[in-house]
């Protein structure tokens, strides 16, 4: 932009208060600082660029100069004055329009996350940050050892790798209750792939959950949803992976639709470890890594510290309490499944 360009309003009473100030001296007065503050803020409320602004008063500061006798020093203190008291006016409303509009979008988010808002007004506003809810969505949530907030490095520094790489995509980076958030088109699991990546990174080895795809304005709140129940499901199951995608773990949800009958399935199956010494928990992390072991003797042995012959020992001493030999695959599944439903159900720390 020229200075030409710059509204004359922007620098209305500039030229008098330069006369002025270099023939008699006297600083700007207070109404006059007020004034210059006030036409900043209109410049930036405007558009108008800070650079050109401030071209455009000097360029005047030239203009009026032949008629100013006075003082040189006292005219180029006036200009100083002049454009800091703009600068300051311009800056502040910028401050104002940045709050402003973060505000919007939490509230956005807030509406979005927690539907609370009418679903046709709701995609009206999500156009303004770049969704079209018409189309299915999914979400990645990003949870680290801290909180983190809007505008603080870790979400700054995913965001800009997101931006570098995909540029102006339909893509929603945010935080909610201490976590990273990613929306994106269901189709572009590229983004959230490298969102995943990103965030695991920045996050120093935090946890990423991937929600599925969901259509239409309440698309993005379901896909929310099952990231958070991932995220509880990867800490209650002591899961390692960094990157855990909803699909595929949906047997979980599945085994625990049912609360009371995987309670039953626990107790009836698991509660007789309870009359061994030390209680059931030995046991019942023996059962869990010698399934995740694949049900091989020695490597749930290496991961507990333990000889074979003392692995051994213990899973003869779960066949005798329970009845049901993990070695035997008749059995096996019953108990491995009565041992997820533990872990999910948090047995035997809290009572069933």
Known sequence: MTDREIPE????????????????????????????????????????????????HLTAARAAWPDAPGSVDSALAAVQQVIDAFTEGYERAQRLAVRQEEAARREFIDDLLYGRSDLGRLAERAERFGLRLSQAHAVAVAQGPVAYEEGAPVPRQVERALITRFGDRSVLLTTKDGRLLCIAPGHQNDVLTHFAKQAHAATDGGRVAIGRPQPGPGGVVHSYEEALGVLELAERLDLDDPVLLAADLLVYPVLTRDRQAMADLVLDTLGPLTAARGGAQPLLDTLTTYFDSGCIAAEAARRLSLSVRALTYRLERIHKLTGADPADPAHRYMLQTATIGARLLDWPAKEL
Not at 30 to 56: P, T
């Open 9 to 56: 309003r922007f620098l209305d009473g500039y030229d008098r208060i330069l006369v002025e100030v270099s023939a008699t001296g006297r600083r700007l007065t207070r109404d006059e600082i007020a004034s210059r503050r006030a036409l900043g803020e209109q410049a930036a409320e405007a558009g108008q660029g800070l650079r050109a602004l401030v071209s455009a």
